[in-house]
């Protein structure tokens, strides 16, 4: 990819691109694989975020810090199953690897109806112990329905 854009930002761009169309898809098999009901708050959300990383990459995440109104929380890994072989060059420190997972939380929990914002606190390719991903609840999404079909 970073011979196919001008620039690292592009790069980042797509890797998160990428990682939403995966989340769109995989909710759709985490949903039949699980059998989980409609989550009614964020701690639930959390939840079952920790729960499929564990079911497609086998990490589990701590859920931590999260802020007074319960509408933002960390995911600290101790290891990223992504970065476990990868070493960036010091020409690419501004390279966000992982955002792929950040995209994937996303899309989704945009199929379910929730807009959130994710970005990386921490990330141990760039040096960091762990890698925190913050999550943060923006809105619940209405369900659209396509006009003339109400």
């Keep these: 990819m970073l011979r196919d854009f001008e620039n690292v930002e592009d790069v980042n761009k797509q890797l998160e691109r ?15 694989r699980t059998s989980a009901p409609r989550c009614l708050e964020m701690r639930e959300t959390a939840d079952r975020i920790q729960q499929a990383f564990r079911i497609y990459l086998n990490v589990q995440p701590t859920i931590s810090n999260w802020s007074a109104s319960s509408d933002e929380f960390s995911l600290v890994f101790e290891t ?12 690419l420190t501004n390279l966000r690897y992982s955002s792929i997972l950040s995209g994937c939380i996303r899309g989704a929990l945009e199929m ?14 760039k040096g960091d112990n762990v890698t925190e991903l913050r999550i943060k609840f923006v809105r619940r999404l209405e369900d659209a329905i396509p006009a003339g079909e109400d």
Excluded at 18 to 32: H, P, Q, S, T, V
Excluded at 80 to 91: K, R, S
Excluded at 112 to 125: A, G, H, I, P, Y
């Design 112 to 125: 379910v109806q929730l807009d959130v914002q994710c970005w990386f606190v921490q990330d141990q390719l």
């Design 18 to 32: 990428i990682g939403y169309n995966m989340g769109m898809r995989l909710i759709e098999d985490f949903l039949a």
């Design 80 to 91: 990223n199953p992504l970065t476990e072989f990868v070493e960036l060059p010091q020409d």
